[in-house]
C-alpha cells in the first residue's frame, strides 16, 4: 500500500506527471519559500549571535547533510568512531533519535552492534547529552551524528556529506524537494564527504565537484563508497558476498535511498528480481512481518530474501516464509584524497608518548 512518503517521492522526483501531480508540485514549491526563509533566517540569527551555540568540556566532530535522509551518515560515523577508537581515543556519539518509536532507533542498533566498546547517547537536548558524555562517560571527543542542522552544540570539525546519485535532493527545499536548506549553507562545512562515489560515472562526478568548490570554495572534497563488507542474518551467521553473483534476489528496505540499496546488489552481480520498499526508518510491526511472509511465499524457491542491515536490526528474524534472510553490511571507504580527510581528523588524534600525532593512513 502507498505512503505518504511514497507519494511525496513520486512528487518531488517528477515520477508522477499527470495533473494533479503538476499541480501538487505547485503548492509545494509555493511551501518551499516560507520555509527557506525561516531556516535562512533562523541561520543568520547564529552567524550574528543572537542565538548562542554552547560549547562542549571536550572537542566535537559533526557529520551531517543538507537533505533528508539516505546520504550514508550512519556508515561515514561508524568509519570515524572506529578509527578513532583504534587510536585509543574516548569517543561517543551523540544523535537525535529520529524514527525511535521507543527505545534506540534503527542507526544506534546498527552502530551499537558494529562498534560495542562506543556509547551512542540519543535525546533531543544534544546539549545535555554532551555534558553526561563527557562527566560520566569520560568522553574524549564527541561525534554529532546528523549534526550539520543542529547549531546549538558548537562543532570544531563541521563534515557534510553529499550523496553523489542525489546531491541537491531534486533542486528544491522542503517540501518541494529534499533540501533541509538552500545549497548556499554547504559553505558552513569544513569537509566535504562526498558519498557513492562508484554509482555515478566520471561526468557527474566533475559537473558535482564543479558545483561543489562554487558553493564551499577552499573546502577540501574527500570522495567515498559504501562498500559490501559481509552479508549477515540475526543468529550471527556470516557469508562472503562474492556469494551474490549470479544469484536470483528478492530484496526490501526502509531507507532514504532505496534505490541505491537495489542498485549496490546489482553491482555486487545478484539479479534483483523483486523489490519492495518502506519509508526511511519504518517500525517493522507483526503486520508488516505478515505481509513480507506472504510476499516471499510467492516468489520463485531460487531467490534469496536480502535486506539491509538497518531493517535486519529491528526485524531480528532469521527467515521469511521458511526462507533464510540476508542483510548487506555496509562500510564507508576512502576513493579520493583521503589525505585530505586524514589532515582534518588528525588535530583530534590523542598524542602518543613522544607527543606526536599518530597517522591515519597507517591503520
Not at 119 to 131: I, K
Not at 226 to 254: I, K, P, T
Not at 276 to 287: A, C, K, L, Q, V
Not at 309 to 335: C, E, N
Request: hydrophobic share 45%.
Amino acid at each position: 500500500m502507498a505512503t505518504w512518503a511514497d507519494w511525496h517521492a513520486s512528487i518531488v522526483t517528477g515520477e508522477r506527471r499527470d495533473v494533479r501531480a503538476r499541480i501538487a508540485r505547485l503548492l509545494l514549491a509555493l511551501a518551499a519559500g516560507p520555509y527557506a526563509l525561516a531556516v535562512t533566517l533562523r541561520n543568520l540569527l547564529y552567524d550574528w549571535g543572537w542565538l548562542r551555540c554552547q560549547r562542549a568540556a571536550c572537542p566535537v566532530i559533526s557529520v551531517g547533510n543538507l537533505t533528508v535522509g539516505g546520504t550514508g551518515k550512519t556508515p561515514a560515523v561508524e568509519f570515524i568512531a572506529r578509527r578513532l577508537r583504534q587510536q585509543e581515543c574516548r569517543v561517543a556519539i551523540l544523535s537525535r533519535g529520529y524514527g525511535a518509536t521507543s527505545g534506540r532507533n534503527d542507526e544506534a542498533l546498527v552502530l551499537e552492534e558494529n562498534l560495542p566498546d562506543v556509547p551512542h547517547l540519543q535525546g533531543a537536548d544534544r546539549v545535555e547529552l554532551a555534558r553526561i558524555a563527557v562527566e560520566e562517560l569520560e568522553a574524549e571527543l564527541l561525534l554529532l551524528d546528523d549534526g550539520f542542522q543542529h547549531r546549538r552544540l558548537h562543532r570544531d570539525l563541521n563534515i557534510a556529506l553529499i550523496d553523489a546519485t542525489c546531491p541537491w535532493g531534486h533542486g528544491w527545499v522542503l517540501p518541494r524537494g529534499w533540501l533541509r536548506e538552500p545549497r548556499r549553507a554547504l559553505r558552513r562545512a569544513d569537509l566535504i564527504l562526498l558519498t557513492r562515489c562508484d554509482q555515478v560515472d566520471e561526468a557527474e562526478r566533475a559537473r558535482l565537484y564543479r558545483d561543489v568548490t562554487r558553493l564551499a570554495p577552499g573546502r577540501p572534497i574527500v570522495e567515498s563508497q559504501h562498500a559490501a563488507e559481509v552479508l549477515c542474518n540475526a543468529n550471527g551467521a556470516e557469508l562472503s558476498v562474492a556469494a551474490l553473483r549470479g544469484q536470483m534476489v528478492a530484496a526490501f528496505c526502509g531507507l532514504g535511498r532505496p534505490q541505491a540499496f537495489f542498485r549496490q546488489l546489482e553491482q555486487l552481480g545478484a539479479r534483483v528480481a523483486a523489490q519492495r520498499t518502506f519509508p526511511d526508518h519504518h517500525p517493522y510491526s507483526r503486520e508488516d512481518v505478515a505481509e513480507l511472509e506472504r510476499w516471499a511465499r510467492h516468489l520463485p524457491r531460487e531467490a534469496w530474501l536480502l535486506t539491509s542491515q538497518k531493517d535486519l536490526v529491528k526485524l531480528r528474524i532469521a527467515t521469511l516464509a521458511d526462507r533464510p534472510l540476508w542483510a548487506l553490511r555496509i562500510q564507508l571507504r576512502l576513493t579520493a584524497q583521503e589525505a585530505d580527510f586524514e589532515r582534518c581528523l588528525s588535530p583530534f588524534l590523542p598524542e602518543d608518548v613522544h607527543g606526536r600525532q599518530p597517522s591515519l593512513s597507517a591503520l
